[in-house]
């Protein structure tokens, strides 16, 4: 079976420029959680959603990040204007249920000059 | 709210020896999660281990197993038998079993293992 699919696997943007990251859940789980990886703040949950529908945002850093997810099988988070400090590894992750086992994509590594 | 320590910032182990990866957490949940997770230097997490709180026995998968104390509020990871590829960050995780939160992860361990 296919895992958690993410794209693009590196992105490398200047500052103001939108940024979108993709992610592809593993087939049946409802689950669908968006993470930033950083040395300062280790991993940190951003928003997620429940059959298609956003359940925590409170992650989100600001305006300038914005999640959604049009079907079970599509999640996008785009980051509007980027800035450097929004350079980190981006990853997404689902399960079948909210407190079970969470599987990871690959990440996406995102560096913002 | 959960929370998870991980004191052990790095460890080093040799080749072929078994190591503890120590988690503590505290929840005022009577059921819970314990999990942990690998992430290599290539980037991905991996998962490896769940060990639930009603569960009698200490989890175990292939070389990993989950030294499970409830009293303590313990959930440490053991991996026998070291090998040069298990060198990675550790993260331990827990969630409420009830299902009424996600995973909450400790800050990790980064292992090293020696030839």
């Known amino acids: 079976d296919a895992g958690v699919i993410q794209s693009p696997r590196h992105e490398v943007t200047e500052m103001g420029q939108e940024v979108t990251l993709r992610c592809k859940p593993i087939?049946?789980?409802?689950?669908l959680f968006w993470y930033r990886q950083t040395m300062m703040r280790g991993l940190e949950l951003l928003i997620y959603?429940?059959?298609?529908?956003?359940?925590?945002d409170s992650g989100m850093p600001e305006d300038r990040f914005s999640a959604k997810m049009p079907n079970a099988s599509f999640s996008t988070l785009k980051i509007q204007p980027s800035e450097p400090r929004d350079s980190a590894v981006y990853f997404c992750?689902?399960?079948?249920?909210?407190?079970?086992?969470?599987?990871f994509g690959p990440g996406t590594r995102l560096l913002v000059l | 709210a959960q929370k998870i320590t991980q004191t052990q910032p790095g460890m080093f182990v040799q080749e072929k020896e078994a190591v503890t990866l120590d988690c503590t957490y505290d929840?005022?949940?009577?059921?819970?999660?314990l999990f942990w997770y690998k992430q290599p230097s290539s980037g991905e997490m991996i998962f490896l281990i769940y060990?639930?709180?009603?569960?009698?026995q200490n989890a175990t998968e292939g070389r990993y197993s989950l030294n499970f104390q409830k009293a303590r509020k313990s959930a440490n990871l053991v991996i026998s038998a070291s090998q040069l590829g298990d060198s990675a960050m550790y993260f331990c995780?827990?969630?409420?079993?009830?299902?009424?939160?996600?995973?909450?992860f400790g800050k990790g361990t980064r292992l090293s293992v020696i030839a």
């Open positions: 959603f429940n059959n298609n529908v956003p359940i925590d």
């Open positions: 087939s049946g789980h409802d689950y």
């Open positions: 995780a827990m969630t409420a079993a009830s299902g009424n939160t996600p995973l909450v």
């Open positions: 992750a689902s399960s079948t249920y909210k407190g079970g086992a969470q599987y």
């Open positions: 060990q639930g709180s009603y569960d009698e």
């Open positions: 929840t005022s949940d009577q059921s819970y999660g």
